[in-house]
């Protein structure tokens, strides 16, 4: 069974950083691109960033670029998501996501179940 | 970050054929495949079915027949037949966008099985 398993999530003050990881398992991690995916309270779905399955080829929303930083580490099947300077707008379930294919331009079959970052002070 | 547009709302009645738009533009379903996900409050959201370039649909195992999906020009729209109370949910399109090097999604479409 195909899982992924969010973890990192807690209450950060503004201007904080944060680390989120994914442990994925039940397939080959190497082949597939990621993603990660964000939901605000009472919002909809926000894309925030993806990487290639090979970890050379990374993607970024506008809203976080220059502040998150997605990598992986195909060895030990794990998806991280680093955040810095975070504000308030921040504030949401962060999903992890695996892609249908290796390369960007396909999208998201597998949801882990979210790990919530809640920025305030 | 430009997103797909789709109506805030819809519904039927149980057994009522229903269909949620999704608008976007050439850089976006004009070019790519087009995905949507169905999201019970409080879940995480779920792969319903995505169409191709072709328009042809792929759903995962254990999604109904029930979903269909098409896409036409920068159009894509998901068709609910045999509508059933479970399928009371919210409704996300999605596609890559080529020109923003990123996935757009709809702001979503709230279900309700009358």
């Known amino acids: 069974e195909v899982q992924l398993l969010e973890s990192g999530g807690a209450l950060v003050q503004p201007g904080g950083s944060l680390r989120l990881s994914c442990a994925a398992s039940g397939f080959s991690f190497i082949n597939y691109g990621m993603s990660w995916v964000r939901q605000a309270p009472g919002k909809g779905l926000e894309w925030v960033s993806g990487?290639?399955?090979?970890?050379?080829?990374?993607y970024y929303a506008d809203s976080v670029r220059g502040r998150f930083t997605i990598s992986r580490d195909n060895s030990k099947n794990t998806l991280f998501l680093e955040m810095s300077s975070l504000r308030g707008d921040d504030t949401a379930v962060y999903y992890c996501?695996?892609?249908?294919?290796?390369?960007?331009?396909?999208?998201?079959?597998?949801w882990g179940q979210g790990t919530t970052v809640t920025v305030s002070s | 970050q430009s997103g797909l547009t789709q109506p805030p709302s819809a519904s039927g009645t149980p057994g009522q054929r229903v269909t949620i738009s999704c608008s976007g533009s050439d850089s976006n379903i004009g070019d790519n495949y087009v995905y949507w996900y169905q999201q019970v409050p409080g879940t995480a959201p779920k792969l319903l079915i995505y169409?191709?370039?072709?328009?042809?649909?792929q759903r995962p195992s254990g999604v109904p027949d029930r979903f269909s999906g098409s896409k036409s020009g920068t159009s894509a729209s998901l068709a609910i037949s045999g509508l059933r109370s479970e399928d009371e949910a919210d409704y996300y399109c999605?596609?890559?966008?080529?020109?923003?090097?990123?996935?757009?999604f709809g702001g979503g479409t709230k279900l309700t099985v009358l």
């Open positions: 996501a695996k892609r249908t294919r290796a390369e960007p331009g396909y999208g998201i079959d597998v």
């Open positions: 169409t191709d370039n072709y328009n042809q649909n």
């Open positions: 999605a596609a890559w966008d080529d020109s923003l090097r990123g996935e757009v």
């Open positions: 990487i290639r399955a090979s970890g050379y080829g990374t």
